[in-house]
Nanobody
Framework: QVLLVESGGGLVQAGTSLRLSCAAS????????MGWFRQSAEKGREFVAACSWSGSNTYYADSVKGRFTISTDNAKNTVYLQMNILKPEDTAMYYCAADSRSPEVMVRTTWWGKLDYWGQGTQVTVSS
């Protein structure tokens, strides 16, 4: 059984940092693309970041570029999202996803319903 389990969310003040983790299990992900998405009542689902499992070919939403960094740890089978200079508008449930195709597909809204695996999410709340 493939599982993606997110952790690391919480309540923080604006301007601080958080690191989210996504522990992947149940198969080999070395050829997969990994991504982070977020969802809030105000904005719906948004793409945040994606990369190939090797960590190359990274993509970021304009709203997080320069503040967030996606990375992978092969030894731990884990994907991270380092979030710096957090803003109240970053408040959302954050989800990890994995897909056998190029990380570019995660940028395209038409592909979100077709991604192979999703985690259950971790809540991030940023207070002003």
């Amino acid at each position: 059984q493939v599982l993606l389990v997110e952790s690391g969310g919480g309540l923080v003040q604006a301007g601080t940092s958080l690191r989210l983790s996504c522990a992947a299990s149940g198969r080999t992900f070395s050829s997969y693309s990994m991504g982070w998405f977020r969802q809030s009542a105000e904005k719906g689902r948004e793409f945040v970041a994606a990369c190939s499992w090797s960590g190359s070919n990274t993509y970021y939403a304009d709203s997080v570029k320069g503040r967030f960094t996606i990375s992978t740890d092969n030894a731990k089978n884990t994907v991270y999202l380092q979030m710096n200079i957090l803003k109240p508008e970053d408040t959302a449930m954050y989800y990890c996803a994995a897909d056998s195709r190029s990380p570019e597909v995660m940028v395209r809204t038409t592909w979100w319903g077709k991604l192979d695996y999703w985690g259950q999410g971790t809540q991030v709340t940023v207070s002003s």
